[in-house]
């Protein structure tokens, strides 16, 4: 057994629970929306299909083949469960981002029929808080899996997403919420909250 026997099998458990639990119940429940309007671009695919293979593939090729063993490196155990930690942080938020955002999650850049402005729960303190999930995920993995290829990787490609999505997210809800959202980004951050919105929530 390798060191990161034990962080593999834990990030197994997190991922299944995630792609069949957390993520998939949010899209059984956008199945039973509808599309309203739908602004993907084929570059949207691409970089969901890298991030995939880097976010997933990978790591369970490397965890079930020897074909990614050139790759491993090793950590100490504490660094193991560091990312054990950081892990179980990221699928906490991103269950709570999901479940506030409800009927309004859509997977791409589309706009869900009556779709509303989501800004209680979590979305009172961030704006993105799957991406501040899926951040600490990419922190994460590298620490569990002990694998450039299966771990590392997955942070330069989650980085091109970020910074090429997010800003067109944030273009696309000012162009459907108006006013709303850019008031709503004020007293906002995107992955991290703003010290005066946590201390206000706290007097509340």
């Known amino acids: 057994m ?32 509808k599309i309203a309007a739908t602004r993907s671009r084929p570059l949207d695919i691409a970089l969901d299909m890298v991030v995939f293979v880097a976010w997933q593939l990978l790591p369970w090729v490397s965890i079930f083949s020897p074909w990614l063993n050139f ?31 409800g009927v309004n999650w859509s997977p791409k850049d589309d706009i869900v029929a009556g779709q509303r402005l989501i800004t209680s729960g979590i979305y009172a303190y961030i704006r993105h808080p799957i991406y501040a999930g899926l951040w600490l995920w990419a922190f994460a993995q590298p620490l569990m899996l002990h694998n450039w290829l299966a771990g590392v990787l997955l942070l330069p490609t989650f980085l091109i997403l970020y910074v090429v999505r997010v800003p067109r997210e944030e273009k696309i809800l000012l162009e459907e919420f108006g006013e709303a959202y850019r008031q709503y980004c004020q007293h906002t951050g995107r992955l991290m909250p703003h010290l005066s919105n946590v201390r206000r929530g706290k007097q509340t």
Do not use: E, H, N, Q
């Open 71 to 101: 790759a491993d490196y090793r950590l100490p155990v504490w660094m193991g469960w560091a990312g054990v930690t950081l892990f179980a942080l990221s699928l906490l938020l991103l269950w709570k981002a999901y479940r506030d955002l």
């Open 2 to 33: 390798t060191p990161a026997a034990p962080f593999r099998f834990i990030f197994l458990i997190g991922d299944l629970l995630y792609l069949f639990g957390i993520y998939g119940s949010s899209v059984r429940g956008f199945r039973k929306s």
